[in-house]
């Protein structure tokens, strides 16, 4: 079975500083998706940012921005710029790619992320 | 655009009650999950649908049926309410597509279990 591990439970970044936060998986497939999925207080759960794992090129979204290594099943977020606004849980989440299949996320533990001012 | 609606938004159930969480979508979505999420933890699959009529296990279904009468509608039942089952609860859906397509979540359901 799949797995996601985020082997950070918490991080804090000062505002206007870049953090970044760790997930590993793992998995036999060779076609998959990874995403970051952020969940503020308001328990929303908003998608920051996806990769293919197809596509060598990593992934960016404005501030947000990944590093995917696919051989050692690393998939990193960084936030550049960070704004008080990030402060939430971030979850990594992985999917196979099925043809016209349901996408079963497996998600990750959590990292909480702390701005300070 | 409504997207994807959960009711009721908090519930508080007696041991061995029973409750329908109720999901539905305005995006004509092929695909709707149901996740629970527990204190601390990332969210966990626990029934899905391709389609209309069409439903399969996740991760964790014991405890929990699911059924999809309409492209729109995706209930969850909890039959005996146990206290293990006290989790927020989110459904979402998603396109019909190769699986880059992000899924669309409702803002939560949380239940307790007494």
Not at chain 1, 30 to 46: A, N
Request: hydrophobic share 30%; glycine share 6%; proline share 4%.
């Amino acid at each position: 079975a799949q797995t996601v591990t985020q082997s950070q439970p918490e991080m804090s970044v000062q505002e206007a500083e870049t953090v970044t936060l760790s997930c590993t998986y793992d998995t036999s497939e060779s076609d998959y998706y990874l995403f970051w999925y952020k969940q503020p207080p308001s328990r929303q759960m908003i998608l920051v940012i996806r990769q293919e794992a197809y596509k060598q090129q990593n992934a960016t979204e404005n501030r947000f921005s990944v590093n995917f290594q696919k051989a050692a099943k690393s998939f990193s977020l960084k936030i550049s710029d960070s704004q008080l606004g990030d402060a939430a849980m971030y979850f990594c989440a992985y999917s196979l790619g099925i043809i016209q299949g349901a996408q079963k996320l497996v998600f990750g533990q959590g990292t909480r992320l702390t701005i300070n001012p | 655009n409504a997207g994807v609606t959960q009711t009721p938004k908090f519930r508080i159930l007696k041991i061995g009650q029973s409750m329908t969480l109720q999901c539905t979508q305005d995006m004509n979505h092929n695909y709707m999950y149901w996740y629970r999420q527990d204190p601390g933890m990332g969210l966990k699959l626990i029934y899905y649908s391709v389609g209309a009529g069409i439903t399969d296990k996740g991760e964790v279904p014991n405890g929990y049926n699911v059924s999809r009468s309409t492209t729109e509608d995706f209930p969850l039942r909890l039959e005996l309410a146990a206290p293990s089952q006290t989790s927020v609860y989110f459904c979402a859906s998603s396109t019909r597509d190769r699986g880059n397509q992000p899924q669309h979540f409702g803002d939560g359901t949380r239940l307790s279990i007494l």
